[in-house]
């Protein structure tokens, strides 16, 4: 398998990109029409805000999960025992961020929801009959105006050898929501699973976006989107010594949508997030 980066702007982008996440999982896409500088300055920006006392002013709130994980807290991975190694915050337009950083995250979040709109369309269009035969409502309608969608700036600290034995950036996982958006990061590390269980290097030149089918669209396309295992691996040589900032736009439907005849989105989540023990 190879991951082939689409050009977003081409004739047969939608199909292509729509065939290699039915195939793999993922899709990465090029000529998007995300602006890089606001990428640039989101990742200056918040290196500094992680690197600052400040962000403890912003512990998260238990119940409505916003604001700043300190590594203490951090997530450990579906069947592993070791937590990861990074810290993140977690915002929502309704929820808690710095002032001075809010703007720059809403145009971020609203330009990625845009987006993320039109390529659940592509995924809607290019679905076999039987397949979007299954979806309770169109792609798109699910994520409209949800409070759900969760932008997490994850900060991925230097690797000092002081970390637990085993423990690596983000162990082997796969994500809850529909889709997740993710803008190639200011460093590499990102791999998935293939199919015969070896990992693979995700292409991620600064410009491309990666995206990933999560664990809900999975259940409401009945499996024909394979929801991939894959996971950030710990840097080596001078790289470890840098920091990587990763910006994941994680699309969840409304509370009420219907996924399949088992779950809806709200049951889903709240399942899952038990099993990570953040809830």
């Known amino acids: 398998m190879m991951l082939s980066v689409v050009d977003y702007t081409a004739e047969n982008a939608a199909l292509e990109f729509v065939t290699s996440l039915h195939e793999?999982?993922?899709?990465?896409?090029?000529?998007?029409?995300?602006?890089?500088?606001?990428?640039?300055?989101?990742?200056?920006?918040?290196?500094?805000?992680?690197?600052?006392?400040?962000?403890?002013?912003?512990?998260?709130?238990?119940?409505?999960?916003?604001?700043?994980?300190?590594?203490?807290?951090?997530?450990?991975?579906?069947?592993?025992s070791l937590k990861d190694i990074k810290e993140y915050f977690h915002y929502y337009p309704w929820g808690q961020v710095p002032a001075e950083l809010k703007q720059q995250l809403a145009d971020y979040y609203q330009q990625a929801n845009t987006l993320a709109?039109?390529?659940?369309?592509?995924?809607?269009?290019?679905?076999?009959?039987?397949?979007?035969?299954?979806?309770?409502?169109?792609?798109?309608?699910?994520?409209?105006?949800?409070?759900?969608?969760?932008?997490?700036?994850?900060?991925?600290?230097?690797?000092?050898?002081?970390?637990?034995?085993?423990?690596?950036?983000?162990?082997?996982?796969?994500d809850i929501n529909l889709l997740t958006i993710l803008p190639a990061a200011n460093a590499s590390g990102l791999q998935v699973q293939l199919k015969d269980g070896t990992w693979y290097d995700v292409p991620g030149d600064f410009g491309c976006l990666i995206?990933?089918?999560?664990?809900?669209?999975?259940?409401?396309?009945?499996?024909?989107?394979?929801?991939?295992?894959?996971?950030?691996?710990?840097?080596?040589?001078?790289?470890?010594?840098?920091?990587?900032?990763?910006?994941?736009?994680?699309l969840h439907p409304n509370a009420d949508v219907v996924l399949s005849e088992r779950y809806t989105a709200d049951e889903y989540l709240q399942e899952r997030l038990r099993e990570l023990g953040v809830k």
Do not use: C
């Open 211 to 250: 995206v990933n089918i999560g664990d809900m669209l999975q259940e409401a396309s009945g499996g024909y989107y394979p929801s991939t295992i894959h996971r950030v691996i710990n840097p080596e040589g001078q790289d470890k010594t840098k920091s990587r900032i990763s910006l994941p736009l994680f």
């Open 117 to 174: 709109a039109t390529l659940l369309d592509w995924v809607e269009k290019y679905s076999p009959a039987d397949v979007s035969a299954k979806f309770s409502i169109a792609l798109s309608e699910m994520i409209a105006e949800s409070e759900r969608t969760l932008l997490r700036i994850l900060h991925y600290p230097p690797i000092t050898g002081d970390e637990e034995l085993g423990a690596i950036r983000a162990a082997a996982h796969g």
């Open 24 to 80: 793999t999982g993922f899709g990465v896409l090029k000529n998007h029409p995300i602006q890089k500088e606001l990428l640039e300055s989101i990742y200056k920006n918040w290196a500094g805000f992680f690197a600052s006392d400040e962000k403890f002013d912003y512990q998260f709130n238990v119940e409505t999960q916003d604001g700043f994980f300190p590594t203490t807290v951090s997530e450990t991975a579906k069947g592993n």
